[in-house]
Each structure stands twice: as structure tokens, then as C-alpha cells.
């Protein structure tokens, strides 16, 4: 993106006529400071914001070839008619899993606000959930199948293909205020994750948006969350 065009300052010159000239004319108004009369400043400032904006852009898109390359495929798992996407080879590989978190950080930066606190589904969420929140410097808070989580507990239920299920999260476990960010490994019909945004708010937290590392595109399953939703992958066709 090519920075704004700076429009520079408005200089204002007065000429005054004397009759009896002097040799120390007196200065009515104080000079100029010197950083007014510089806007190349700005621009330069502005310019480096733009260049590391597209070496961040090209990083990312470098990253997700490579993380792309490394999932595998598995046809009829687990049924029949089911393409299942295994993500498991990239945290067999310690430069895989690096490339994954530098990634999820570079997309999360889209979103322009810092989270206080990462939310992570159970179960395939805690694989990069904890590391995703050490790098932002955030705390990281797991969501679980009712009746895995120990004390007071909030509940949300979601629609699957077979009835109903119930995610839970303990009633402590975020505060008032805070920024929110829920992550999962991948987003087919959007039920579990909408479950859990839904936690968020009801303890008083402000939910900031939705990280995944795939999306099955053709479920259509950000129709049902209500927060900006961030996808790594997309994959697999109808």
C-alpha cells in the first residue's frame, strides 16, 4: 500500500515598512520549530509501516504453503464419505510447529486488537491454543465437555449430526472486560465454536473474533458465528 501523499504546511510571510530603519529588527512571533518544516518525517514513518506490512504479508503466505504441504488426508475416516484432514505432522516437527504459531500470530495481527486471553476447544484447540497465547502474552483458558472441568461451571449446548452436546467453562475462568480470542483446530458447521463464543459473553467478556487453522469453505459454518472469523487454510472442496 503506498503511503498517503503529505500535504505540507501553509507558511505565512508578512512584510512590514519602516521609516527609520533599525539595525535589529524585532521579532513579533517566535521562530518556526524546525520539525514543521520537515514532513519527510511522516512519510518515512509512514513508508517503513508499509513495507513491513508486505514482508509480513509475504512471510505469511510463505508459511502457509509449508504448513499446507504437511497436512495429510485420510479418505472414509471416521465414515464413510468423511475426508479427514490430519494435522498431526505439524507437531511431529518442531520447525513445523514454529511455522504454525508464527503464522497464527501473523493472522491474528489482522485483527488489530491484542486478546487478553486465548479460548481454546476441546480437544484438538490445546495442541497450539497455550503456545499461540505465549506468544501474544496471553493467558490461555480451556473450553471442555461438560462434566470435565472441576467448581462452578458455565454451559453452553450445540447441535451435532447425531444430538445435542455441551461445552463448559469454569465460571472464574475469564473476567468482565476482557478481550477474548477462540481458537480450534478447524471450522466445519461452526456449532462448537459459536457454543463457546456464546461462554465468553455470558461471563462478561468482550469476544474479539475466531482463529482456525482450516475451514471445510462449503459448510458454510462462520454464518453462525457473530464475531470477525480468521482462517489459516481453507480446504477441501464439496
Do not use: W
Not at 491454543?129 to 483458558?141: N, T, W
Amino acid at each position: 500500500m503506498s503511503p498517503p501523499p503529505s500535504t505540507a504546511p501553509e507558511v505565512t510571510t508578512s512584510t512590514s515598512t519602516s521609516t527609520s530603519p533599525s539595525p535589529h529588527p524585532r521579532k513579533d512571533t517566535p521562530d518556526t520549530p524546525a520539525t514543521s518544516a520537515h514532513p519527510s518525517s511522516s512519510n518515512a514513518s509512514q513508508t517503513r509501516l508499509a513495507a513491513s506490512g508486505a514482508a509480513s504479508s509475504a512471510e505469511l503466505a510463505s508459511l502457509k504453503i509449508k504448513l499446507k504441504a504437511a497436512l495429510r488426508q485420510f479418505p472414509d475416516f471416521p465414515s464413510p464419505g468423511i475426508l479427514f484432514e490430519d494435522i498431526l505432522p505439524i507437531f511431529a516437527d518442531p520447525t513445523l510447529h514454529l511455522a504454525l504459531v508464527r503464522a497464527l500470530e501473523l493472522h491474528v495481527a489482522q485483527l488489530n486488537e491484542k486478546p487478553d486471553i486465548v479460548v481454546g476447544l476441546d480437544a484438538r484447540g490445546f495442541l497450539f491454543g497455550p503456545s499461540l497465547a505465549l506468544r501474544l502474552g496471553a493467558g490461555f483458558v480451556p473450553v471442555r465437555k461438560q462434566g470435565k472441568l472441576p467448581g462452578p461451571c458455565e454451559t453452553a449446548g450445540y447441535e451435532k449430526e447425531y444430538g445435542t452436546d455441551f461445552f463448559q467453562m469454569q465460571s472464574d475462568a475469564v473476567k468482565a472486560g476482557q478481550k477474548v480470542l477462540v481458537v480450534d483446530d478447524i471450522i466445519a458447521t461452526g456449532g462448537s465454536a459459536a457454543a463457546a463464543g456464546s461462554l465468553v459473553k455470558k461471563l462478561g467478556a468482550t469476544l474479539i473474533g475466531y482463529v482456525f487453522m482450516l475451514e471445510l469453505d462449503f459448510l458454510k459454518g462462520r454464518d453462525k458465528l457473530d464475531a470477525p472469523v480468521l482462517t489459516l487454510l481453507s480446504s477441501q472442496e464439496k
